[in-house]
């Protein structure tokens, strides 16, 4: 359609917009309207999400498939629609097809529905429909192992990449135990998710407080099935890209490669925002952003934006 700056990164811009948006109507459904418009405020300005949008590259397209499969798998999970479910597992083939870290989007969605599933009876053609889209998202695996993955392995390009300018967010143990690896990179994350060290340290202790409020709440409507089970998203995404890195297949920390997390920490992060720290009414939300976001927007820089790649890219 044309080679100019917005034409080219109009794609990505559309589809980190439409992310955030369809991380907010997930997170209303699960979690509230309070939380999710504070996740909302925080995705939208966090600064991971806006070089995403700026770049031309695929995780914004991964963001767009990855966060249309999760409210779509919320929606098909209430109102049991066989037409939802199967625009939720186009949603997550696409993701697949994005991208390699869709692998743990895909183990995390399937954990989430089965759990979910099991607490209630949704009648045999809804079984049968999840047990196919479970087994679709199996084939397409098997598939791109034998025709593309297998080759990249034997071509040495992934262990270029775990030697290479990615090193430090693969597990070595000459370096580091497994709990300093864990540890320091998560918190790596949330700074890359909020632009800052300091701000991501207290995004990962909201992120924490969030998800320990859920776990003791005894109000009714904490008690809801859908609120409880609604952890295993904001948690697994992390643990298993985590994991990922200890095996030294795919990186894990705070850079683009990890921008799947995004939805999932800035929800969890909203949560203990609204919840612990009792930030209401909205509206302080809004004006802390309004202040806050341009000063970290203007001052922070993508970790893996070195001279090199600047000059390569420009």
Not at 17 to 23: F, I, S, Y
Not at 35 to 45: D, I, M, Q, W
Not at 48 to 53: E, R, Y
Not at 228 to 235: A, D, E, K, N
Request: aromatic share 12%; charged share 10%; glycine share 10%.
């Amino acid at each position: 359609l044309g080679k100019s700056v917005v034409m080219l990164r109009l794609l990505s811009g559309a589809s980190c917009a439409a992310a955030a948006w369809l991380t907010y109507r997930w997170a209303r459904r699960t979690h509230g309207q309070p939380e999710a418009l504070a996740g909302l405020v925080l995705l939208t300005f966090s600064p991971a999400l806006v070089s995403a949008a700026c770049e031309v590259r695929q995780y914004a397209l991964l963001l767009l498939f990855t966060c249309g499969a999760l409210h779509l798998l919320q929606r098909f999970l209430e109102g049991k629609s066989l037409w939802v479910g199967g625009a939720y597992s186009a949603c997550l083939y696409g993701a697949v097809l994005t991208h390699y870290s869709a692998a743990w989007i895909a183990v995390t969605f399937a954990v989430y529905g089965t759990v979910a599933w099991a607490a209630v009876n949704p009648g045999w053609r809804v079984r049968t429909f999840w047990c196919l889209s479970l087994a679709g998202v199996a084939v397409l695996y098997v598939f791109l192992y034998f025709t593309h993955v297998r080759r990249v392995l034997a071509s040495g390009y992934a262990r270029s990449q775990i030697l290479g300018y990615l090193q430090g967010q693969y597990f070595s143990p000459t370096d580091q135990g497994l709990v300093e690896f864990a540890g320091g990179h998560t918190a790596t994350f949330f700074a890359y998710l909020m632009g800052g060290q300091l701000a991501g340290g207290i995004a990962l202790a909201c992120f924490v407080a969030g998800l320990i409020h859920v776990l003791v709440d005894r109000s009714t409507d904490a008690r809801q099935p859908k609120r409880r089970y609604g952890l295993i998203l904001l948690v697994l995404p992390l643990g298993l890209g985590c994991l990922g890195a200890i095996a030294q297949a795919l990186p894990f920390g705070g850079s683009r490669h990890s921008s799947y997390l995004l939805p999932f920490a800035s929800t969890g992060v909203a949560l203990g925002l609204v919840r612990v720290f009792r930030l209401r009414p909205v509206s302080r939300i809004l004006v802390a952003a309004m202040v806050l976001v341009p000063l970290w927007l203007t001052s922070w820089r993508p970790p893996n934006a070195t001279p090199a790649m600047l000059e390569t890219h420009l």
